[in-house]
């Protein structure tokens, strides 16, 4: 018997041939034993290595596992949004490919969703000094930003973890292109009244590939995205393109068809 509704996880990639089998392997581990009613989506953010390759193959004997390929790389947020659109449960998770959190993690954060009639969850890492002290600087910088200019009190908003009810993701607009999109989504949810909250889990950084979100290129379009959005975001407006639309909606278009994406 299924202990909770019906989730979605999405997993964006770019050039993750490294990670995607292993993390495709772990959600079939973890899902079935928290639900009878899952589906694995992976945003192939057009990768130049195999991901998309291993990604089809693997689909092709798993039922629940979906590939979506974009034809140019949007960066991280477009694959956020074509993931969450392209979302068809109840629940929606949301994690980067090279699993930063243990994905057994889910069922507290499953919970505390219920037991706190929460509408989002939001991860915050323990322990960071394994990343390194400039990319620590520059998360502590970030995130006391986030707090100051939209008044949120979120710990670590760029963190890959955050688990929702698609209620939220019906209700609202994304728009940046870029890694300010994590901060968008949650300080959006605030504002609009949703109930969200923080979990601590320990933190697993990559092995294998490079991560982009520290380079300069990734953080001066994350702060010329906050300056761009920093109105809409602190005072949502109601969205004329929601995220994900309602089931009594129909689409006009699908999502464009086929893991860690290209933080930038």
């Not at 991280?76 to 979302?87: D, H, I, P």
């Not at 929460?118 to 930003?145: H, P, Q, W």
């Amino acid at each position: 018997m299924a202990k909770y509704p019906s989730i979605s996880l999405f997993l964006p990639a770019w050039n993750e041939e490294d990670y995607v089998e292993r993390a495709v392997s772990r959600a079939l581990e973890v899902l079935p034993q928290l639900t009878d009613d899952f589906e694995i989506i992976v945003v192939n953010d057009a990768s130049t290595d195999r991901t998309q390759e291993i990604a089809e193959a693997m689909a092709q004997r798993i039922p629940q596992l979906r590939v979506i390929t974009h034809p140019v790389n949007l960066k991280l947020g477009g694959a956020m949004r074509t993931g969450l659109s392209a979302s068809t449960k109840d629940i929606i998770v949301y994690s980067d490919i090279d699993l930063p959190w243990d994905l057994r993690e889910l069922e507290r954060a499953l919970h505390l969703l219920e037991y706190l009639e929460g509408d989002m969850i939001c991860a915050f890492r323990f322990d960071r000094t394994s990343e390194g002290s400039k990319r620590i600087v520059y998360s502590f910088v970030y995130n006391l930003l986030i707090r100051a200019l939209f008044d949120v009190q979120i710990k670590d908003i760029n963190f890959s973890f955050k688990v929702m009810h698609r209620r939220v993701l019906e209700s609202m607009e994304l728009k940046s292109q870029g890694s300010f999109i994590d901060a968008e989504l949650v300080v959006k949810a605030i504002r609009k009244g949703f109930r969200v909250f923080q979990m601590g889990v320990d933190y697993f950084p990559r092995t294998r590939g490079v991560s982009t979100l520290a380079s300069p290129s990734v953080i001066v379009k994350m702060v010329k995205e906050l300056v761009k959005l920093y109105p809409e975001t602190r005072t949502p407006s109601a969205p004329t393109q929601p995220v994900r639309l309602p089931p009594s909606v129909q689409p006009l278009h699908a999502v464009a068809q086929g893991g860690r994406a290209a933080r930038g």
